[in-house]
């Protein structure tokens, strides 16, 4: 149960913020510095196959049936290869500044660099940029009190 949670919290949430304390720093740093192109599209594979399974979004993820599995030992021998081989020291020490949530912070900063690595693609911009044919300009000027 204690290692499910750990590895739920240090992977399946980006939200909370890198801590400022050094030893996060340091270990976000080693997370982002020990990683690929490749690692961080295939963490990036990882999370979009999870979405995949919420209900509200089965419709419009068409997975290979082997995808969870595939995505899953990939992101855990990633994962695995982070903490013990290549940041082992930055890891302890976050932790013991932090506790479990250093962990969460420094895959927060890897996840970003993750959605950077995909958002760079030009076909992924295009499709972002679509959103700007349904934004209403004006409602959001007003708002935001453009001049």
Not at 2 to 22: C, D, R, Y
Not at 31 to 54: E, P, S
Not at 92 to 112: C, E, H, K, S, T
Request: charged letters at 20%; proline letters at 3%.
């Amino acid at each position: 149960m204690i290692k499910h949670s750990l590895l739920a919290l240090a992977l399946a949430s980006f939200t909370v913020g890198a801590a400022a304390q050094p030893a996060v720093d340091a270990f976000s740093k080693c997370l982002a510095d020990h990683t690929t192109g490749k690692d961080r599209k295939d963490l990036a594979r990882w999370i979009f196959v999870a979405m995949g399974a919420h209900p509200e979004m089965r419709a419009i993820a068409e997975l290979a049936p082997t995808a969870p599995q595939e995505s899953s030992k990939t992101a855990g021998e990633l994962f695995t290869r982070l903490m013990v081989e290549s940041c082992p020291e930055q890891a302890r020490a976050a932790v013991q500044a932090r506790g479990g949530a250093a962990i969460q912070a420094g895959f927060n900063v890897l996840g970003q660099l993750a959605m950077q690595e995909l958002m760079s693609d030009r076909e992924v911009a295009a499709r972002m940029g679509l959103l700007e044919q349904y934004v209403d300009t004006a409602k959001l000027q007003s708002v935001l009190g453009a001049r």
